[in-house]
């Protein structure tokens, strides 16, 4: 499930990201990880987020004031990876970003649809302990 969610992103994100904003492959590659290390990062710090946050993201329903703070975090992390790590200037970055993070969130969310179960599988186990580890460490190799 994992190979086929990075393989949707993949063919998804790439080519409009080369032919939106002039990326090259490398850039292009650098964002869809960049995106992935993001969510990572704040899956797996401890800035007050929770399971029910990260699921009320990852459903079709309105999120909750937790999950757009998660989703907040996340794109504050791209941001500063599309800047800092692939070389992307500030307002570039800012394009990259508000293509990706729908694209990402979306792709989960039909996976998981707000189901705990669906979520935890996905994250390789129980708890946000997992999530870093689990979900997109092994989405976005």
Same mark, same amino acid.
């Given at each position: ?78 941001q500063n990876k599309?800047?800092? $790590?692939?070389? *992307?200037?500030? &307002?570039?970055?800012? @394009?990259? +970003?508000?293509? !990706? =993070?729908?694209? #990402? ?14 979520? $935890?599988?996905? *994250?390789?186990? &129980?708890?946000?302990? @997992?999530? +870093?580890?689990? !979900? =997109?460490?092994? #989405?976005?190799?």
């Amino acid at each position: 499930m994992l190979d086929q969610l990075l393989s949707s992103l993949q063919s998804q994100a790439v080519p409009q990201l080369i032919s939106k904003f002039g990326l090259n492959e490398q850039q292009a590659g650098g964002s869809i990880n960049a995106a992935a290390d993001s969510v990572k990062e704040a899956l797996g710090g401890s800035d007050g987020f929770g399971l029910d946050d990260a699921l009320s993201l990852f459903s079709s329903a309105k999120n909750s004031a937790g999950a757009d703070g998660l989703l907040n975090n996340i794109g504050g992390l791209l941001q500063n990876k599309l800047t800092g $790590q692939v070389g *992307l200037d500030a &307002g570039k970055a800012s @394009g990259v +970003a508000a293509l !990706l =993070l729908p694209m #990402l969130t979306d792709l989960v969310s039909k996976y998981v649809g707000g189901d705990a179960k669906n979520l $935890q599988s996905l *994250l390789g186990g &129980g708890g946000l302990a @997992g999530m +870093a580890k689990g !979900l =997109l460490g092994n #989405l976005f190799k």
